[in-house]
């Protein structure tokens, strides 16, 4: 299913089991407990960047089919530009991807992405993202991230994932770049978002990835969800349901890992949007060049107003900046002579 989104709008511990993902009332504890529980497991389960494979074909004959397919997208697609959004549940497996141009040159991507402290700037961006730092053992990093519900959280009160760092290709005209961890929360396995960026007629073509296998325990916190403070939540991709055969947004858990992915694109495009300006001024333009591509699509990735999401991202990344500095630089420094 790719994706019909809504048109743009005009120009793992508990720290806190009332925090939820995706629930404009986030803080306000349910008086269920099961509910309570339910809710805060799952603002860590898909916070998370939640395993596919990069593809079994050659990458230049791979991005080529892509990027025909977004030229085609740009022309008669929903979202009037080239983009494609694509997910599936299937066998305990949840997975979804976003395919994109963006007019970046691959190298400018090339030396964003594959450095692990640009993620740090970039990830934090994402609502339920509260913080990110680095870690280095010998040469690779290991890269935790903080996770919580909608509103303010300190990195202290919010869960952390570690995840392992990798740069599996890095070409003049390729980048791939995957953050993977093999266990996450409530027995589920292989969460990992992964991204690859190709030069194609001198434009930069990006598939973003993520996944995650389910448990049991995370089925039963999806329906909770699902049937609560979920239950009109929708994703982008459409379905054909009933005897008509009429076509509607995807809900349930295909729904919550688009919005998702969604987000981690957008967060990538402000970020690289905002590169060329002063280290100064970045920040406070990527924080509201984000909130401005989420409120293109509200009925997806409204959650919050303006005025609260710039606060909440602002206080995260003095938060950050602090825990960062207690833990060591965010660049491997050299060893030996």
Same mark, same amino acid.
């Given at each position: !299913?790719?994706?019909?989104?809504?048109?743009?709008?005009?120009?793992?511990?508990?720290?806190?089991m009332?925090v939820?993902v995706?629930?404009?009332g986030? &803080?306000?504890?349910?008086?269920?407990?099961?509910?309570?529980?339910g809710?805060?497991?799952l603002s860590?389960?898909?916070a998370?960047p939640p395993?596919v494979?990069w593809? @079994?074909e050659a990458?230049p004959?791979?991005?080529l089919?892509?990027?025909q397919?977004?030229q085609?997208? =740009?022309?008669r697609?929903?979202?009037g530009?080239p983009?494609h959004l694509?997910?599936e #549940?299937r066998?305990?497996l +949840? $997975?979804? #991807?976003?395919l994109?141009?963006?007019?970046?040159?691959l190298q400018?991507f090339? =030396? =964003? +992405?594959?450095?692990?402290?640009?993620?740090?700037?970039f +990830?934090?961006l994402?609502?339920?993202i509260?913080g990110?730092?680095?870690?280095?053992?010998?040469? #690779?990093?290991?890269?935790?991230l903080?996770?919580?519900?909608?509103?303010?959280l300190s990195?202290?009160a919010?869960s952390?994932?570690?995840?392992?760092f990798?740069?599996?290709?890095r070409?003049?005209?390729y980048?791939a770049v995957?953050? $993977?961890?093999?266990?996450g929360? !409530?027995?589920?396995k292989a969460?990992?978002? #992964?991204?690859e960026?190709a030069?194609?007629? @001198?434009?930069?073509v +990006?598939a973003?990835? $993520?996944?995650?296998?389910?448990s049991a325990a $995370?089925?039963?916190?999806?329906?909770?969800?699902?049937?609560t403070? @979920?239950?009109d939540k929708? &994703?982008?991709?459409?379905?054909?349901i &009933?005897p008509?055969?009429?076509a509607?947004?995807v809900?349930g858990a295909? @729904?919550i890992?688009?919005?998702?992915?969604?987000?981690?694109y957008l967060v990538l495009? =402000?970020?690289l949007?905002?590169?060329?300006?002063?280290?100064?001024r970045?920040?406070?333009a990527?924080?509201?060049?984000?909130?401005?591509?989420?409120?293109?699509?509200p009925?997806?990735?409204?959650?919050m107003?303006?005025?609260e999401?710039?606060?909440?991202k602002?206080?995260?990344r003095q938060?950050?900046i602090?825990l960062?500095?207690?833990?060591g630089?965010?660049?491997?420094q050299?060893?030996g002579p």
């Amino acid at each position: !299913m790719w994706a019909e989104a809504s048109q743009p709008s005009p120009p793992l511990t508990l720290p806190n089991m009332c925090v939820a993902v995706e629930d404009r009332g986030i &803080g306000m504890c349910s008086p269920w407990p099961i509910l309570r529980l339910g809710l805060a497991l799952l603002s860590l389960i898909f916070a998370l960047p939640p395993c596919v494979s990069w593809g @079994g074909e050659a990458v230049p004959r791979r991005f080529l089919g892509y990027y025909q397919e977004l030229q085609e997208a =740009a022309r008669r697609g929903p979202f009037g530009f080239p983009l494609h959004l694509h997910s599936e #549940e299937r066998q305990g497996l +949840v $997975s979804a #991807e976003v395919l994109g141009i963006m007019d970046h040159p691959l190298q400018a991507f090339g =030396a =964003a +992405v594959t450095e692990p402290a640009s993620w740090c700037e970039f +990830v934090p961006l994402n609502l339920n993202i509260k913080g990110c730092t680095i870690q280095w053992d010998t040469k #690779e990093a290991l890269l935790t991230l903080y996770i919580g519900g909608k509103g303010y959280l300190s990195p202290e009160a919010a869960s952390r994932q570690p995840y392992r760092f990798l740069v599996p290709a890095r070409q003049p005209e390729y980048v791939a770049v995957s953050l $993977s961890a093999l266990q996450g929360l !409530m027995g589920t396995k292989a969460h990992q978002l #992964e991204f690859e960026a190709a030069s194609v007629d @001198g434009k930069t073509v +990006v598939a973003l990835r $993520s996944s995650y296998e389910q448990s049991a325990a $995370s089925k039963l916190a999806t329906a909770i969800y699902l049937a609560t403070t @979920g239950r009109d939540k929708i &994703g982008f991709s459409r379905e054909r349901i &009933g005897p008509d055969g009429q076509a509607a947004f995807v809900k349930g858990a295909q @729904g919550i890992i688009e919005r998702n992915l969604m987000r981690y694109y957008l967060v990538l495009k =402000a970020f690289l949007d905002t590169q060329a300006l002063p280290d100064s001024r970045r920040f406070e333009a990527r924080i509201r060049t984000v909130y401005e591509l989420m409120e293109r699509y509200p009925a997806q990735l409204h959650e919050m107003e303006r005025a609260e999401y710039l606060d909440v991202k602002r206080r995260e990344r003095q938060d950050q900046i602090r825990l960062q500095q207690t833990i060591g630089p965010t660049k491997a420094q050299p060893t030996g002579p």
